[in-house]
């Protein structure tokens, strides 16, 4: 096992993963902005703190040559980059390599492969596994293409940013009178956020479920599946509940998502953690590929509340090349249901404008049968500067009526007091009948009016 | 002192000989406390360990550098105070301080030296891009908080100008 490792990063995932490397031994140097050096959980809890540049995330968080520096000086053996900022980065991978310092993640060769939609999609057609009808949009949308994407594609189409992510860059297209304007704009907010105005367009699935498959990459190039999740509660493509195991799921469905995950990380020489997205038509039962994210996910402890399983403690096993849990090697069959609610310092009634600012109360749910990841105390400043991320509430139980039941119980426990959150809303959501029959799609959320608060 | 704090003292004491530049070690049982640094007299400390482990475990001084690969010293965070009639120049990077434009070349300031808003102190490197630390104001230097080779935190306190 590693003796010392540095985390770039911040927020909940920052103390999630210290408390990881708390549990194997591994001293902990946390690469932080000032403002998080100074009044961050994480930061108290760390071994050492290393300020590496202001409050803004270039300065800090995105900063390659800083973060380098950092690891080198304070004399770490790996790197775990958390999610977000550069935990998908080639170049702090393959800076990492130069230095003699692993990077807990896939290598340099396979987060390329990934990061480009475009190839991500060919590969994983070459996998033999399903792909939604798309293809790269050339800026010049002539006639000809104009007809292939009505007659090969058909509407809607989703237009995405060929390098992006975080549901950035995308439009959705009902109609051809939109599709110039839509790509117009679609392109310069790729660019300005990604640094690529390259676009592609693709079949839109109109009810969908978000439905993706925990993979596990081996040194041995074994690929295993941890479980798979349902995250199709989501507002503006941005999740806001997810939940395990994937309650819409039959067998056969089932096993060709496990299998066709495991068929595309194969074919990456995918290692580490990983997530595969796929769309999964409500209507039809059709499936097809979405993505692969290259690193840990935001909502990976439903997951590890259903198997037992520690991720981020393995993804440290599986990059030093250390021994992996049991758990992780039998996969026994998951057990009972899991659910996270993500709570954001927003306000549900002004469209979800964030809402930082000082914790005055600070009192998540505390029973046995819920988990809070957080970063937040009485008192804490939520700087604008990063995400409204306050805390994660997972809540299990020994089926999927008991974790509803659950969840709502730790929300209605949770007190906050000092800025806006989704608490509220999302115990509406989590209490309504959509919720409980499982009939809730992707843009479900989006075309809704506000929904009542507490449900 | 029992045999085990013996031990963990000796070992201490060994590890933060190896590092050269630690020359007064303080260890405080009830709590524990580790604190090491140098300076004599009036000690800037170096490094102080969190209180995470119970005071029987082994305890290793976490500022030693393991690696081989490490070029730069561990960070060296100063606690330096305000004084009138002058300000504290920080370091507008993360990196390894160097006092000269090159090795073998002068420093580009020495104690006592009259800067202008342009002039440059110094540089700090990371992954080899150099920025220079500029004075800002007119003064004289009057105090030099790293020397070279340090590696520095963001905003870290790298000099202490008395402004004219």
Known sequence: ?455 | MSDDWLELVTELLEAASERGDVDYLEVVKGDLQIRFGRGGATPREIGTLPTTRPATERVVAPAVASSPATAATPSVPVAVGERDGTILVRSPMVGTFYRAPAPGESPFVEIGTSVDRETTLGLVEAMKIFTAIKADVDGVVEEIFHQNSDFVEFEEPMFRIRLK
């Open chain 1, 1 to 455: 096992m590693y003796r010392r490792v540095l985390i770039p990063n911040r927020g909940e995932i920052a103390v999630r993963i210290i408390k990881a490397c708390r549990e194997l031994g591994v001293e902990t140097v946390l690469a932080a902005s000032t403002v998080d050096a100074e009044s961050s959980l994480a930061a108290r809890l760390a071994g050492r703190v290393i300020r590496i540049g202001g409050p803004r995330p270039a300065e800090s968080y995105l900063n390659v040559a800083a973060i380098l520096a950092t690891a080198k000086a304070a004399g770490v053996d790996a790197v775990h980059p958390g999610y977000g900022f550069l935990s998908e980065d080639r170049r702090l991978a393959e800076g990492c390599r130069q230095i003699g310092v692993e990077f807990v993640g896939p290598p340099p060769e396979v987060l390329e492969k990934v990061g480009n939609k475009a190839t991500a999609r060919r590969i994983a057609e070459m996998a033999g596994v399903p792909v939604a009808p798309g293809r790269l949009l050339s800026p010049e949308l002539s006639t000809d293409l104009l007809k292939v994407i009505e007659s090969e594609i058909g509407y809607p189409v989703l237009i995405k940013a060929v390098h992006g992510g975080g549901g950035r860059g995308m439009r959705l297209v009902t109609s051809p009178a939109e599709l110039r304007s839509a790509a117009a704009a679609a392109a310069a907010e790729a660019s300005a956020a990604f640094g690529s105005g390259d676009l592609y367009i693709e079949y839109f699935v109109p009810r969908a479920r978000h439905i993706e498959v925990q993979v596990l990459g081996l040194d041995t190039g074994e690929i295993l599946v941890l479980g798979d999740r349902d995250c199709s509660v989501q507002r503006r493509h941005q999740k806001l509940v997810e939940e395990a195991p994937a309650p819409t799921l039959n067998d056969e469905l089932r096993k060709c998502l496990h299998d066709s995950a495991r068929d595309i990380a194969r074919s990456l020489g995918y290692r580490n953690a990983g997530t595969v997205e796929f769309v999964v038509d409500d209507a039809t039962g059709e499936y097809f590929f979405l993505e692969v994210n290259a690193r840990l996910q935001v909502e990976h402890p439903v997951t590890e509340a259903v198997t037992g399983i520690d991720i981020v403690r393995t993804q440290f096993e599986v990059s030093c090349g250390g021994e992996v849990s049991p758990l992780v090697r039998d996969q026994p069959p998951s057990r009972g249901s899991a659910i996270e609610c993500r709570i954001n310092a927003e306000c549900p009634e002004q469209d979800f404008r964030p809402s930082p600012g000082c914790l005055g109360k600070w009192r998540p749910p505390m029973s046995g049968c819920v988990r809070v990841d957080s970063h937040c105390y009485g008192g804490y400043v939520v700087p604008p500067y990063y995400d409204s991320l306050l805390a994660k509430v997972v809540a299990f139980g020994a089926s999927r009526t008991e974790a509803i039941e659950n969840m709502l119980e730790a929300l209605d426990a949770f007190q906050v007091e000092g800025v806006d959150t989704t608490i509220g809303w999302q115990r509406g959501l989590v209490a309504s009948d959509q919720f409980a029959t499982t009939s809730i799609h992707t843009r479900w959320v989006d075309d809704q009016p506000l929904m009542p608060a507490g449900g």
